[in-house]
């Protein structure tokens, strides 16, 4: 069964650091796009980072400076780097890959379950 488990969220004081992890298992030949998104309570789920098959990378407006993300191809992971945190960052962090082929399937898109970050002092 192919999944993607994320890790790393938790509490974090205002200007502290983060790492997620986001790893994709099973029997899996290529992946697209992997990305991170956000729901922040009453709001909708926004696109925080992704890093395309092609090697390029995008960061919302609104993280850019403080946020990082790499991938790691040969092992199906993507990190976040989230640095100089604040409260406004306080969400349920999911993450994305799309155009997964695996053994039975071809252009499967998969959701990670969330992982909680919370920013407060």
């Known amino acids: 069964q192919v999944r993607l488990v994320e890790s790393g969220g938790g509490l974090v004081q205002p200007g502290g650091s983060l790492r997620l992890t986001c790893a994709a298992s099973?029997?899996?030949?290529?992946?697209?796009?992997m990305a991170w998104y956000r729901q922040a309570p009453g709001k909708q789920r926004e696109l925080v980072a992704a890093?395309?098959?092609?090697?390029?990378?995008s960061i919302a407006g609104s993280v850019k400076g403080r946020f990082t993300i790499s991938r790691d191809y040969a092992n199906k992971t993507i990190y976040l780097q989230m640095n100089n945190l604040e409260p406004e960052d306080t969400a349920v962090y999911y993450c994305?890959?799309?155009?997964?082929?695996?053994?039975?399937?071809?252009?499967?898109?998969?959701w990670g379950q969330g992982t909680l970050v919370t920013v407060s002092p």
């Open positions: 994305n890959a799309d155009r997964v082929v695996t053994l039975t399937e071809r252009n499967v898109d998969l």
């Open positions: 099973g029997t899996i030949f290529s992946i697209g796009t």
């Open positions: 890093a395309m098959d092609s090697g390029s990378t």
